[in-house]
Nanobody, 128 residues
Framework: HVQLVESGGGLVQPGESLRLSCVATGITFSRHDMSWARQAPGKEVEWVAGITSLPSLFRAASYADSVKGRFTISRDNAKDSLYLQMNSLKPEDTALYYC???????????????????WGQGTQVTVS
């Protein structure tokens, strides 16, 4: 049974920071590409950032233009965990943030949310 459990969300003021975490169980975490996506009220799911499952020397990350330079995605395979460090938060970052996993594929398709097989329940981030 696959579970992705997010944590770390909360209410912050503009300009502040948050760090989201996602712990995976039921999958071989090191063999799965991982991403963060978000959904604001009344809007579609938006991919935020992704990171490949390759060994660290070859690992690559990718970011949506809206968060590039402010957010950093990382993973710790020893802890089956994914992270999203969010700095300089803006009100438009307010959303439910999801962790998602897929079997290893190419870096260029990290942003395709339809390719992810597993999703968490989400953690709410409110910037106000």
């Amino acid at each position: 049974h696959v579970q992705l459990v997010e944590s770390g969300g909360g209410l912050v003021q503009p300009g502040e920071s948050l760090r989201l975490s996602c712990v995976a169980t039921g999958i071989t975490f090191s063999r799965h590409d991982m991403s963060w996506a978000r959904q604001a009220p009344g809007k579609e799911v938006e991919w935020v950032a992704g990171i490949t499952s390759l060994p660290s020397l070859f690992r690559a990350a990718s970011y949506a233009d809206s968060v590039k330079g402010r957010f950093t995605i990382s993973r710790d395979n020893a802890k089956d965990s994914l992270y999203l460090q969010m700095n300089s938060l803006k009100p438009e970052d307010t959303a439910l943030y999801y962790c998602a996993a897929r079997s290893r594929r190419d870096w260029a398709s990290l942003l395709q949310t339809t390719l992810y097989s597993y999703w968490g329940q989400g953690t709410q981030v409110t910037v106000s």
